[in-house]
């Protein structure tokens, strides 16, 4: 079960204090932080690419690019418990 502060950093700009549904998934989904954040970071690098080319790349070739382009790696070798997804982030894409 995700601790409480992972799914606070990954709905922060989703939910902002009130109820909300996606937390209430993703408390029962049963996956672990170290995954939850890995997909917060897909979703920022997605956004990131799709606005670097002007379309919406989709989640596939996101996450086709995050493994091709060895950020998976990287992920996994920088990933902290407690460290938030914008952290990891800027160490997986800046080392």
């Known amino acids: 079960m995700p601790k409480k502060k992972t799914i606070d950093d990954i709905i922060s700009d989703e939910c902002s204090g009130r109820y909300c549904i996606l937390q209430e998934v993703i ?3 049963g996956m672990q932080d170290f995954m939850l954040e890995q997909m917060k970071c897909i979703e920022k690098y997605k956004f990131e690419e799709s606005e670097r080319e ?3 790349i989709g989640w596939d070739e ?3 690019r995050w493994v091709d382009t060895g950020a998976a790696e ?3 070798r920088v990933y902290q418990e407690g460290l ?4 990891l982030y800027r160490r997986t894409q800046h080392g």
């Open 27 to 29: 408390k029962h989904s």
């Open 54 to 56: 002007k379309r919406d």
């Open 62 to 64: 996101a996450v086709r």
């Open 74 to 76: 990287r992920y996994s």
């Open 84 to 87: 938030g997804f914008k952290e």
